[in-house]
């Protein structure tokens, strides 16, 4: 038998605090200062249901509705309960369930049920038993042959001081990026990132990257791509839009994805033009993820476009051309490279579509087009890592979205902007990636050389 603390091992809870639990049933049930008598009447050593007594003693709630208020907090817990999956994998049935909790044993049951525990386990709930060390000395003649839990001192020092062998799982608290979105203003767009990582347990680095770092980067650009535009239609090209595309639409408005090259723009400029033209709604703005300007430069001399580039890749270095691009009217930009420092091509796998390239088009009738694809530069497997956070962020927008939407609502352009340059800054030094990634490059420097003349999206 092992045994298992409960709460940040494996269960969290879609929140830091249950403070909005308690202003939701404050506001439910009209009851004026709820909140603040609710944590009061929480000492540490009392079970909810004294915790209630108190609260109708001291005439917070009416005896009529006490019962039904406290079911009410109950079913609001259950409801958020979301399972730490690398440890609800680890129970087995006959395993043991400790937690130091107000809530009653019946309620942890039915919360660690819904997060998905199937295993049969006893539940032991006290208001202290683990931090004062009586559980582990009731269990002497019984002891786990292992406890995990996220409390260095009441899971992992008074159990070994019992002779219990312990492990400490500190994973469900927010690691260091996570942290510092939460203290930059956005702490539901980490608390979103932590829920998807501790749902999906040990992972692959693509993925762990993808979700700390890319998935908030794409709900910042959506924010300054809505402050920026948003009386426009928003037409995200791709392939490297593909994944801020679904964010901005789900999160934000309706947007339209549309597959767009270099090769195409410059083999091919009458008619990609056309081809956006068709495309694109009336009064839209093309969002491109990495530009020099060369590629629109070279379009304005057949038509005029409307582009926003989210990095504008203004050093000589980084660009593809032997002169510097002159930027053609319509083209305007969210940053620039010599801002954020860095824009290698790590962040362009990281919002890599499941296509490849798009290598030329065809209007086969009137203002009908086909399409062609080359073969993507990623694997399977790779694509599917980076792009599986996004859509568990799409999954649980009923939870997530207003939440965010109001944060990132206030958030200054200042501080939002400096979230940008570290996140993107911190994509592109991952380098390890680099080691899964030879495939790529080497396809993407084929790709280059296949372009007739030579340019820069």
Request: net charge negative; aromatic share 8%.
């Amino acid at each position: 038998m092992n045994s298992f603390d409960v709460f940040d091992t494996l269960i969290a809870r879609r929140y830091v605090n249950n403070n909005i639990i308690l202003s939701h049933i404050e506001s439910e049930f009209n009851l004026s200062g709820f909140v603040t008598a609710r944590n009061a009447a929480d000492t540490g050593s009392r079970s909810l249901q004294e915790i209630y007594d108190v609260l109708v003693s001291g005439n917070v709630i009416p005896v009529s509705i006490a019962s039904e208020v406290m079911n009410r907090e109950i079913t609001l817990e259950i409801e958020t309960s979301i399972p730490v999956k690398e440890n609800i994998d680890r129970v087995v049935d006959g395993d043991l369930l400790i937690s130091d909790m107000y809530l009653p044993a019946y309620a942890i049951r039915e919360m660690v049920r819904y997060a998905g525990l199937t295993k049969q386990v006893t539940i032991y709930q006290s208001n202290g038993d683990k931090n004062s060390g009586k559980i582990w000395k009731a269990l002497e003649n019984n002891k786990p042959e292992l406890h995990l839990g996220d409390n260095l001192h009441s899971d992992v020092t008074s159990a070994k001081q019992h002779g219990i062998n312990a492990e400490h799982y500190p994973g469900t608290h927010l690691n260091s990026i996570e942290q510092h979105i939460y203290n930059n203003g956005l702490p539901q767009v980490a608390l979103l990132s932590r829920e998807i990582r501790i749902r999906n347990g040990k992972v692959s680095s693509f993925f762990n990257v993808a979700n700390s770092l890319n998935l908030p980067w794409l709900f910042i650009i959506s924010e300054m791509i809505y402050r920026k535009h948003n009386d426009s239609n928003i037409v995200f090209l791709g392939r490297d839009c593909q994944l801020l595309q679904r964010i901005y639409s789900s999160y934000y408005t309706t947007s339209t994805y549309l597959p767009f090259s270099r090769k195409v723009a410059f083999n091919q400029p009458a008619e990609a033009l056309k081809y956006l033209s068709i495309h694109s709604p009336k009064n839209s703005v093309l969002v491109d993820i990495i530009s020099t300007g060369a590629t629109w430069e070279h379009l304005s001399k057949f038509g005029n476009t409307n582009i926003t580039a989210i990095i504008y890749s203004n050093i000589d270095g980084n660009r593809y051309t032997v002169d510097k691009p002159i930027l053609p009217v319509g083209f305007n930009y969210l940053t620039k490279n010599d801002e954020v420092l860095s824009t290698g091509l790590l962040l362009e796998v990281m919002n890599c579509a499941e296509h490849g390239h798009l290598s030329s088009i065809n209007e086969i009738a009137p203002n009908v087009f086909v399409s062609e694809f080359g073969e993507p530069e990623l694997s399977t497997y790779i694509i599917n890592e980076i792009h599986a956070p996004v859509q568990k962020a799409i999954d649980s927008k009923m939870y997530y979205q207003s939440a965010i939407r109001e944060e990132l609502k206030n958030i200054s352009d200042e501080t939002l902007k400096n979230l940008f340059i570290v996140l993107v800054q911190n994509i592109c030094n991952q380098s390890m990636l680099n080691q899964h990634l030879g495939d790529f490059y080497a396809k993407e420097n084929n790709y280059l050389n296949s372009i007739k003349l030579q340019g820069s999206k």
